[in-house]
């Protein structure tokens, strides 16, 4: 009976790891086929490029290299098995807010929860909006403004599940509706994400963490600028000059992504934590690319600092305007409540400078 429970126990223990395996073999194949297939370069041919910014400082501040260290609410806009694990806090709920000054006046606002449901499962809702402003309505007859004025966003809403298959192996996924307008025109789809996250037993817990991002329809610009009043036989009299008419714009596709990435905690003690982490990433708008990253945590009882840095875009080269990023970030809990901060800056050479700032809670 010894020997049949040590089996039954070794197979268990396998589960995870070929679960992991398949899910793997999967990616890497889909991968290598979208890398075929876009041999031919598509960079910049894609709708809502707004899903490929980054939400929140602290992955901003990593370099976008957040795959597999995305946890709690600020994990349903990175990989969506994240929002199955706890916090920093030990917290399976959450919440955060997070608002960026990004590039040209325009604003980048995010919002997630996080709420524990059916035992160790896990729902969420997320919202992400970029915010591009008001603009002046300019003609050739009249190049320094109508008097009127106009506004762009795109905004994207989503809802997710995420739950443990084991106490080792977590995945997610995520429904979500997309929208751009601008003036009167606006383009809207559905979109699904998904991701697992496989924390290991090796090298103090190493995360290994992929996902699958944007997959779904084409977005096409409609409304009322597209309607027109044509003549549809111009060579002959008496027919209607003015027959109403609607222009058919062209579809684009999402920003479909592909990202594996990996945490590894180097240094582990009671108060200090020191972790480096990986991204590698194509989308179907771009060539494949790395982001790295690296995040020290002190934890001085009451009171959590953090301190991250960020290399985004790093086989690139020239082609971008800038890689590096930075920021920090405090924590505290009152009873089984947590609260934190967390603040990230971006420099670019010609656009500005980016900061952001959130908010969160764990409950």
Same mark, same amino acid.
């Given at each position: 009976?010894?020997?049949?429970?040590?089996?039954?126990?070794?197979?268990?223990?396998?589960?995870?790891?070929?679960?992991?395996?398949?899910?793997?073999?999967?990616?890497?194949?889909?991968?290598?086929?979208?890398?075929?297939?876009?041999?031919?370069?598509?960079?910049?041919?894609?709708?809502?490029?707004?899903?490929?910014?980054?939400?929140?400082?602290?992955?901003?501040?990593?370099?976008?290299?957040?795959?597999?260290?995305?946890?709690?609410?600020?994990?349903?806009?990175?990989?969506?098995?994240?929002?199955?694990?706890?916090?920093?806090?030990?917290?399976r709920g959450s919440v955060f807010f997070s608002h960026a000054d990004w590039i040209v006046d325009t604003d980048l606002n995010a919002f997630g929860?996080?709420?524990?449901?059916?035992?160790?499962?896990?729902?969420?809702?997320?919202?992400?909006?970029?915010?591009?402003?008001?603009?002046?309505?300019?003609?050739?007859?009249?190049?320094?403004?109508?008097?009127?004025?106009?506004?762009?966003?795109?905004?994207?809403?989503?809802?997710?599940?995420?739950?443990?298959? &084991?106490?080792? $192996?977590? /995945? =997610?996924?995520?429904?979500?509706?997309?929208?751009? @307008?601008?003036?009167?025109?606006? *383009? %809207? &789809?559905?979109? $699904?994400? /998904? =991701?697992?996250?496989?924390?290991?037993?090796?090298? @103090?817990?190493?995360?290994?963490? *992929? %996902?699958?991002?944007? $997959?779904?329809?084409?977005?096409?610009?409609?409304?009322?600028?597209?309607?027109?009043?044509?003549?549809?036989?111009?060579?002959?009299?008496?027919?209607?000059?003015?027959?109403?008419?609607?222009?058919?714009?062209?579809?684009?596709?999402?920003?479909?992504?592909?990202?594996?990435?990996?945490?590894?905690?180097?240094?582990?003690?009671?108060a200090f934590t020191l972790e480096l982490l990986a991204d590698a990433h194509q989308t179907n708008d771009n060539e494949l690319n790395v982001d790295?990253?690296?995040?020290?945590?002190?934890?001085?009882?009451?009171?959590?600092?953090?301190?991250?840095?960020?290399?985004?875009?790093?086989?690139?080269?020239?082609?971008?305007?800038?890689?590096?990023?930075?920021?920090?970030?405090?924590?505290?809990?009152?009873?089984?409540?947590?609260?934190?901060?967390?603040?990230?800056?971006?420099?670019?050479?010609?656009?500005?400078?980016?900061?952001?700032?959130?908010?969160?809670?764990?409950?």
């Open positions: 009976m010894t020997g049949i429970s040590t089996l039954m126990a070794q197979r268990r223990l396998l589960r995870p790891s070929r679960a992991a395996g398949l899910v793997l073999l999967t990616l890497l194949v889909t991968a290598t086929i979208s890398q075929t297939v876009l041999a031919q370069s598509r960079v910049a041919t894609s709708a809502a490029s707004f899903l490929t910014l980054g939400m929140g400082a602290r992955g901003s501040a990593l370099g976008h290299a957040y795959t597999a260290s995305a946890t709690g609410a600020d994990a349903l806009l990175w990989n969506p098995a994240g929002a199955a694990l706890r916090g920093p806090g030990g917290q929860l996080v709420i524990p449901v059916m035992g160790s499962g896990a729902f969420g809702i997320s919202l992400a909006q970029l915010d591009y402003g008001r603009m002046d309505v300019r003609t050739v007859n009249l190049p320094d403004g109508t008097g009127e004025t106009f506004g762009a966003s795109d905004l994207v809403i989503g809802l997710t599940y995420a739950q443990p298959l &084991t106490d080792r $192996f977590f /995945i =997610g996924g995520t429904g979500k509706w997309i929208r751009q @307008n601008i003036y009167d025109m606006s *383009a %809207s &789809t559905m979109a $699904f994400d /998904i =991701g697992f996250v496989l924390v290991s037993d090796y090298f @103090n817990g190493l995360r290994i963490a *992929a %996902s699958i991002m944007n $997959f779904g329809g084409l977005m096409r610009m409609e409304g009322v600028n597209g309607r027109v009043f044509v003549d549809i036989d111009p060579t002959h009299s008496g027919s209607n000059e003015a027959l109403p008419a609607t222009l058919e714009t062209t579809a684009w596709s999402l920003p479909l992504s592909f990202k594996f990435g990996t945490a590894l905690p180097v240094v582990q003690t009671s790295l990253g690296t995040e020290a945590r002190y934890d001085a009882g009451p009171v959590a600092l953090d301190l991250r840095l960020g290399y985004k875009d790093a086989a690139l080269g020239d082609q971008v305007q800038n890689h590096w990023a930075v920021g920090g970030g405090l924590s505290t809990s009152i009873g089984r409540t947590s609260f934190g901060a967390d603040f990230g800056y971006i420099p670019f050479d010609v656009l500005g400078n980016v900061s952001v700032l959130d908010f969160r809670i764990g409950f």
